[in-house]
């Protein structure tokens, strides 16, 4: 059983379309978060969510919007989609809010923009 | 949020023990250090958490000097699957933000 899942793995598309990701977590943890990892492999928070509310909106341009229907899941929509977007998204989860909380990240989904 | 510091690569071969070095200089007093483990094409995966001397577990131990400005992951006895990105982690035990991972160790374990 996959803990937590993202859809799609690979996504290309042209400049200035709209595109969502999508992820899901079956571990029953309350908090998800949404990560970007740019090709030097830095891997820097985008967004968290705690029980659907956000509690974590780092400086990420407003094209980028999440949503998140219920604690098990946190989708990523971003609009306008620009060249500096191309990168790999990770998905995670943890138990709670406190940093001390051990974090399970998807797959992650390789976003490349044209 | 303290800035960390480690090797931007490391060599091993299979069955030596590999100790990769993180430097935490600012660490602050609430501050504990994760340690993450990243393979090709997958998302990072917890290893070990300690905030002060020494964290075993059925992975790596993690030793953390008294003045806590840096921690050594410890992995005994390495094999080529352990070829991966480490990363060090170090982050306020209460509620924050800023979670931000350094650019990792590359390890690559030889046969």
């Known amino acids: 059983d996959t803990a937590v899942s993202q859809t799609p793995k690979y996504l290309v598309t042209q400049m200035g379309n709209d595109k969502s990701i999508k992820c899901e977590q079956n571990?029953?943890?309350?908090?998800m978060y949404w990560y970007k990892q740019d090709s030097k492999k830095f891997l820097k928070i985008m967004f968290s969510?705690?029980?659907?509310?956000?509690?974590i909106n780092e400086t990420v341009p407003n094209r980028f919007s999440p949503k998140s229907p219920d604690k098990a899941h946190l989708n990523l929509h971003i609009n306008s989609l620009e060249l500096g977007d191309s990168a790999v998204y990770f998905c995670?989860?943890?138990?709670?809010?406190?940093?001390?909380?051990?974090?399970?990240f998807g797959p992650g989904t390789r976003l490349t923009v044209l | 949020l303290a800035k960390t510091t480690q090797p931007i690569s490391m060599d091993s071969y299979e069955g030596q023990e590999v100790n990769i070095t993180c430097s935490h200089n600012?660490?602050?007093?609430?501050?504990?250090i994760t340690w993450y483990q990243q393979f090709p094409s997958q998302g990072p995966r917890f290893i070990i958490q300690?905030?002060?001397t020494k964290v075993t577990n059925e992975v790596a131990s993690l030793f953390i000097p008294a003045d806590r400005k840096s921690s050594t992951l410890s992995l005994p006895r390495v094999s080529l699957s352990d070829t991966a990105v480490y990363y060090c982690?170090?982050?306020?035990?209460?509620?924050?933000?800023?979670?931000?991972f350094g650019a990792g160790t590359i390890l690559r374990v030889k046969s």
């Open positions: 571990l029953g943890h309350d908090t």
């Open positions: 300690g905030y002060k």
């Open positions: 600012n660490i602050a007093t609430n501050d504990y």
């Open positions: 982690l170090v982050g306020e035990r209460e509620y924050g933000n800023k979670l931000v």
């Open positions: 969510y705690n029980n659907k509310e956000l509690i």
């Open positions: 995670a989860s943890s138990p709670g809010v406190t940093n001390y909380n051990e974090q399970f």
